[in-house]
């Protein structure tokens, strides 16, 4: 019977990166990546086949990123924990030694009237369904996103770019609610509204109706929407049946129990990514966060960890961003109302200014930076940032402060670095400003007059 | 007399954000700026005057900024700490009860003979000045710049941008060496080269010659270069004289003494920015940094510590960024000889990927980051990055983790949120990266089959 020293079933972000880490970690070249599909999709830039990128072909994962690692593509179908077997769909065995679970997620499918007509999709990473779905894209008018989350605005926003006439409906009051701050939540809106995309919020979807296909929508006010085509994301389902079938614990939010070393309770077994369950870097509590930057970064720890826990998974923290119309927008940590949940006593400050300085400079846009500090500890919670592009790396600066539990104090006198072409004026910089003024709320600590 | 609860000397970077905080933290409204320019410039917008601003007018920093602090123009010219009063050039004197010293610094100007000719300018901070440099270069046509540092590139190639031939004339072996990686160095000589700047390295300038003005320069190797007009940018000196006619101690660096918290001996005198004396967060020592993000948070600092000393600089830390030709590039930190000077065993880790994900969107070009580790604490020293503009912000994240002396696992564990349009693919985020690949050359540690 075929064997090895490490077998990672699933070769999306988090297997790949945790067969590209155990070789780092370890030197080991003894490991099979099991993968359903034929080609990996970039997770992440699945909604820009349909507009940016133009092609499914322009959206894969290169193997190449697997090194030495060697590539079966089947399907594993069951798990004996006691033989350290894994049974492929063809009837073929295969031994490990130790076993990393990244079986990944799939689209979660509500239970809509109609949703199983022709015309009703979803975002199944599998290139075949995508390059089904970008036909069928070309030949329409009309399109309802059903999801006012990241994928939805996303797929929204580029069904918009390539012609289509599209309808978001989000059952929540506002886009984007379970991570942004509400004044973000508005922007993203309001950009989208300008470009021409209509967004229902507030409401859900009652049926999908057609006689054979989709062809309109009733939401749960009556309201009828026409269309030609229905996609639907509003999240993901983690693939357990595998872990759960071998007898390992599935956490509250769906995912395979594992302990901060990423290791379930069988020793020899980790579980990784989407499948994987996570727990808040604030409180260690179970949260339903699953996104690629999170998959590989429980790759490398499962990676390091495969012979003796050495890596701490410090927990999750949200670190979100996205492009919207001509609008970036990013997110780290907890939102307000987490936050409160918590029973944090929650201080914001902001602080807006132009992204290049002076402001007279060509491009120059506004940047807002929003951070939301604990009153007592005076610790950063979470922090947002719009709407130039560089918040994508201003996110990861306030997520390196809330995983140094940085406070107010130590933000406003950090040493950021500025240039007249690639950020604001120091003496506006937003992190920094942004914590100035949550002191400023909060000056009977810092008063000595 | 009239008497102020805090005067400040000097209205540039620090001296402004001094007064923005002195109202931030104490609420204080009884301040007064005294500056020398009816005008104060953006230090660092001073080179895009001269191609991408296209005018002085552009380049002003707005007296707005001060909020209800008052603005007195004149000159400072002695300063009784007995009496605790300054006295200006008009005669009148202006008593304090705490005072902030943000008197700058002046253009370092080398003792070369025909530096005194007409046709050689220097970067002072003087709308006057730098409107007659304007006029100055739109007649010509060959421009030299000595030296080859920040400053002096961004002239270089702003001069370049609006129809100048540019020699740029280093007397390192490399621009930039003082702070960049060679790497680096060359990446910016290149780039310059490209564009059409003749660069010399290696080479200092023995005299500027011509009859009245400026016609040639002579180099140590006897090269002789022609030009209309010399700018010269070789980095800048404290104005101290105020304080150290006061009987205030000058540091190593040329810089006004201060302790931890700004103050220098007398209790009731600050000094920061360019004209104070900057230690390195990495030893303690003095360092010759100076740039307006770090006058702009010595000016915080000092005003939190007006009446109680309770923030305490944790030292310079050295963040730069800069854009030449179409490359951006930014450091942080100690570079490599620095950091052996200061006996670390350094450890490199270096990655490079598209600064987009896939690689296949539009406008993803290699972004680069390499970070030096203390081999044996584990902890950051130092990072760079390069090319594109978000570089401006991963330098911050860079800076970040070096103030909180994270370690090659941290930050190869580093929960950074990652988006199509905005980063790298979460598989090969460079910052995260580069700390995977110093761990894996120093493997030892982390082994464990």
């Known amino acids: 019977m075929e064997k090895h020293e490490l077998v990672i079933i699933g070769g999306s972000a988090g297997g790949i990166q945790a067969a590209i880490c155990a070789q780092k970690h370890h030197g080991l070249k003894d490991i099979l990546v099991i993968r359903i599909e ?21 959206n894969i994962m290169p193997d190449t990123l697997l090194g030495e690692a060697k590539l079966r593509i089947g399907e594993a179908v069951s798990l004996d924990r006691e033989k350290k077997t894994v049974k492929l769909k063809d009837g073929d065995e295969i ?31 599998n290139t075949d369904y995508l390059e089904e779905l970008a036909k069928a894209i070309d030949g329409v008018g009309e399109i309802v996103v059903i999801g006012g989350g990241f994928i939805g605005l996303e797929f929204a926003d580029e069904c918009r770019k390539s012609g ?57 006010s009556g309201e009828q929407v026409a269309c030609d085509m229905v996609i639907i994301g509003i999240g993901v389902v983690p693939n357990v049946r595998l872990a759960k079938d071998a007898g390992l614990e599935i956490g509250p939010t769906g995912g395979i129990k594992v302990d901060e070393f990423q290791r379930t309770a069988d020793q020899d077994i980790f579980a990784v990514g989407d499948c994987a369950e996570k727990y808040s870097f604030f409180n260690g509590e ?10 590989t970064r429980e790759g490398k720890i499962a990676a390091a960890n495969l012979f003796q826990a050495q890596w701490r998974n410090i927990g999750t923290v949200g670190v979100f961003s996205t492009v919207v119309g001509d609008t970036a927008l990013a997110m780290a940590g ?24 002076p402001g007279t400079m060509p491009d120059a846009h506004p940047l807002r930076v929003r951070l939301a500090f604990d009153r007592r500890s005076g610790k950063i919670l979470g922090g947002c940032a719009c709407c130039t592009q560089s918040v994508g790396e201003v996110v990861n600066l306030i997520a390196a402060a809330i995983v140094n539990e940085m406070t107010m104090e130590q933000i406003a006198m950090f040493p950021m670095g500025t240039h007249p072409w690639l950020t604001a004026s120091p003496l506006v910089y937003q992190f920094t400003d942004a914590a100035s003024n949550a002191l400023h709320k909060v000056k009977g600590t810092v008063q000595a007059v």
Chains 1, 2 share one sequence.
């Open 286 to 295: 179970p949260v339903p966060v699953r996104l690629a930057s999170v998959a």
């Open 334 to 357: 907890l939102t307000d109302t987490n936050a409160q949940k918590l029973g944090y006593a929650v201080v914001i400050g902001e602080a807006q200014a132009a992204s290049k300085h």
């Open 38 to 58: 034929e080609k990996a999709m970039v997770p992440c830039g699945i909604p820009y086949i349909y507009g940016t990128l133009g092609s499914v072909e322009k």
């Open 95 to 125: 031994g490990y030694n130790k076993l990393i679970l990244a079986t990944g997620s799939s689209p979660l499918q509500p239970p809509i009237p109609g949703i199983d007509k022709k015309g009703v999709w979803f975002a199944w990473k």
């Open 164 to 220: 289509h006439n599209v309808t978001v409906i989000e059952l929540l009051e506002h886009c984007l609610q379970l991570v942004c701050s509400t004044d973000l939540c508005i922007r993203a809106e309001e950009t989208l509204t300008e470009k021409g995309i209509n967004i229902i919020t507030g409401n859900g979807v009652k049926s999908i109706n057609g006689a054979e296909k989709a062809e309109s929508v009733t939401l749960q």
